[in-house]
């Protein structure tokens, strides 16, 4: 499965951005799929992960509340909301599908191309 990010930019502090992960290649409706991020010399950062139905999804504490998984197996797509943003949210965002593994430790079996989002002050 290809995976394609799309959705970031610059934006200030206090906006908002849909992502959207387009999949390719194959139905990801049996995937659990989710979002990480990668700051400029930083490692990777695990944000959100959805169940292949949709029906459960997990965020660790850092953007609980701010950040909101979906998708559309029918459109094949994965989306990522971003609300009230922050400068430490600058970072590229990558989607990923079959998730596996606990949190911190989550990982993926397919990785996409990224999407810079920039918070600016």
């Known amino acids: 499965v290809q995976l394609q990010a799309s959705g970031g930019g610059l934006v200030q502090v206090g906006d908002s951005l849909r992502l959207s992960c387009a999949a390719s290649g194959r139905s990801i409706s049996t995937y659990a799929m989710g979002w990480f991020r990668q700051a400029a010399g930083k490692g990777r950062e695990f944000l959100a992960y959805?169940?292949?139905?949709?029906?459960?999804?997990y965020y660790p504490d850092s953007v609980k509340g701010r950040f909101t998984i979906s998708r559309d197996n029918a459109k094949n797509m994965v989306y990522l909301q971003l609300n009230s943003l922050k400068p430490g949210d600058t970072a590229i965002y990558y989607c990923a599908a079959g998730l596996h593994g606990d949190y911190p430790a989550v990982d993926a079996n397919h990785w996409g191309r990224g999407t810079q989002v920039t918070v600016s002050s």
């Open positions: 959805i169940s292949w139905s949709g029906d459960s999804t």
